[in-house]
């Protein structure tokens, strides 16, 4: 069952901790604020098209260095505790895809 997710009032979840909400540049010496933030906390999530508020799992090839990767949204989801879980898997598929780099079917 998909969880209903509510879009967020700001973009940083309040379940991050106060402490982890702003940082110290070391570079710079000044501080600075989180300004989005995702806890992973609410079982049941799917991140399929339409589904998630803030994160969206793409049905998407990937042709970087030409690679043969397929990214798809099944994979990306929280468990009954609310933990992020991604899931990775070597399998065949008849998937026609387009290279966004020479901008062409593959």
């Known amino acids: 069952a ?9 973009w940083r ?3 991050t901790p106060p ?3 702003t ?3 070391h570079a710079l010496g000044r501080p600075f604020a989180l300004v989005m933030s995702d806890e992973f906390d609410v ?20 042709y970087t ?7 798809a949204a099944a994979n990306a989801r929280t468990n009954a505790a609310g933990e992020l ?6 399998a ?5 895809g387009y290279n966004d780099v020479k901008r062409e079917r593959v």
């Open 85 to 90: 879980v991604l899931v990775t898997e070597r």
């Open 43 to 62: 079982p049941g999530r799917s991140f399929a098209d339409g589904d998630d508020p803030l994160w969206t799992a793409l049905e998407k090839n990937d």
């Open 92 to 96: 065949v598929t008849d998937v026609i």
């Open 2 to 10: 998909v969880v209903a997710v509510p879009p967020p009032p700001s």
């Open 19 to 21: 402490a982890a909400r």
């Open 13 to 15: 979840d309040p379940a």
């Open 23 to 25: 940082t110290t540049s």
């Open 65 to 71: 260095n030409d690679a043969l990767h397929y990214y």
